[in-house]
């Protein structure tokens, strides 16, 4: 069945290709479909276009759907182009004349972008929660650890002290920066595009309010050609919030990835959580944070790509559209598995402390150096010249004391405030 059929015959390798992943996509809306058609029929109802009887028994035609796809029975078959088609059939086959009714005032363009709104707002709330629990591991692993000194790097070389403490924050409150692109992202698709129809609106006096009550959207898309133009905007908001957090995890990974190295031992997992080689006995390689690292790299592409689909595109519906969902649906069951494997790994995660002694560390106290010399009264410029000669010389002995006072230093972390933060930005 398809919407659009007017008794011609479409040959079969154009419906294939037309048609796409939309069934196996579908599914994924169904829920959201439902929920805006039984929205629909009540407004329907509200100005004339359906009797309260005739609303009555297309919300329970349309309750018992959601109930058989809670249930995993409701499947969209080959005979289907899409859910749409799938639910106004089923409708029809139960309820006659009345199940025609129900696209009354809309079209599958505007079908198709209030199932995408919905859906995108309820994942966004998934991603938002799992990068709170991770979010929440980093911090207690950052106060757990926060007298553990380790090196800081710059250009990778040895360069100033760090600490776990630190090291794990700062994750911590990377995270907040992506929470608040994914924010930005919900409000963006938290407006209302039902009742825009195929971008033009409809002469039936639609009730565009009421569905947005009832759907729970902040506000409508007034205006319905930007109705329309929200399909692609939408995705790349999503897709640009879910790039920042992909970019916070992949670099996270490739920490892990050099810290578990022998050149480096500072952090091991379990063995259960690594594996090994085919002729090396001794490996044990950190193959979950370098699925992590790649996948999220991958998920960094997809703004591009959404960008280069859609970037030509003039005002009006058009079927490249359809392709965001192949790239768009898989990304973010990418993205949500990466956040859960990485708070899971860090749950088992071992410190390891026993690497401060060896000398290729010493250096690390050179700053501090400088920064005791200034303090007795030193010129900054003559203070490192002073430690830079002694290092020279081969005369440098570093005071591995620490006294790092000011906000968000080694010896204050802020986690309690960075946690604060983190609340606001979540809310």
Not at 200 to 228: C, H, I, W
Not at 293 to 305: A, F, V, W
Request: hydrophobic fraction near 40%; proline fraction near 3%; charged fraction near 25%.
């Amino acid at each position: 069945m398809k919407l659009w059929d007017k008794g011609n015959t479409v040959a079969q390798n154009v419906e294939a290709f037309t048609v796409g992943k939309d069934r196996e996509l579908d599914i994924v809306l169904a829920k959201y479909d439902l929920l805006g058609s039984i929205a629909h029929a009540q407004m329907l109802s509200s100005i004339g276009l359906l009797n309260q009887e005739e609303c009555d028994k297309l919300t329970s035609a349309l309750d018992q759907m959601l109930q058989k796809l809670e249930e995993g029975s409701f499947v969209i078959g080959r005979e289907f182009e899409d859910i749409h088609s799938k639910i106004e059939f089923e409708l029809t086959q139960q309820l006659g004349e009345i199940g025609k009714k129900i696209h009354s005032g809309r079209s599958r363009n505007d079908q198709v972008l209030v199932c995408l709104h919905l859906f995108m707002k309820d994942e966004i709330q998934s991603i938002k929660k799992l990068i709170s629990s991770l979010f929440q591991r980093l911090i207690a692993l950052s106060e757990k650890h926060k007298e553990k000194v380790i090196p800081g790097y710059t250009h990778l070389q040895v360069a100033m002290p760090s600490s776990f403490g630190l090291w794990f924050g700062a994750y911590a409150e990377s995270l907040i920066d992506d929470i608040y692109l994914l924010n930005a992202a919900y409000k963006i698709c938290d407006q209302n595009p039902l009742g825009s129809a195929a971008g033009y609106g409809s002469s039936f006096p639609l009730n565009r309010q009421m569905t947005t009550d009832l759907l729970g959207f902040e506000t409508l898309k007034y205006n319905v050609v930007a109705g329309q133009m929200s399909r692609g905007k939408a995705e790349k908001s999503l897709a640009f919030a879910m790039a920042s957090v992909a970019g916070t995890l992949s670099r996270l990974a490739m920490d892990v990835c050099l810290y578990m190295s022998q050149n480096f031992g500072f952090l091991s997992f379990p063995d259960e959580l690594t594996t090994g080689s085919s002729i090396m006995p001794h490996k044990k390689n950190p193959d979950v944070f370098e699925l992590i690292r790649g996948r999220c790299n991958k998920i960094q592409s997809l703004p591009q790509e959404l960008v280069l689909i859609t970037n030509n595109l003039p005002s009006g519906y058009h079927r490249d559209l359809q392709l965001l969902k192949e790239s768009l649906f898989p990304t973010i069951e990418s993205l949500k598995s990466c956040l859960e494997m990485t708070e899971f790994m860090f749950e088992h995660v071992q410190v390891n402390t026993d690497f401060l002694n060896d000398e290729k560390y010493d250096y690390l106290y050179s700053v501090e150096a400088v920064n005791k010399e200034v303090m007795q009264g030193l010129p900054f410029r003559e203070a490192y010249q002073k430690v830079g000669k002694s290092i020279q010389q081969g005369e440098f002995t570093p005071d591995k004391s620490l006294d790092h006072s000011h906000e968000g230093s080694l010896g204050n972390l802020c986690n309690a405030q960075i946690e604060e933060k983190f609340k606001r930005a979540f809310e």
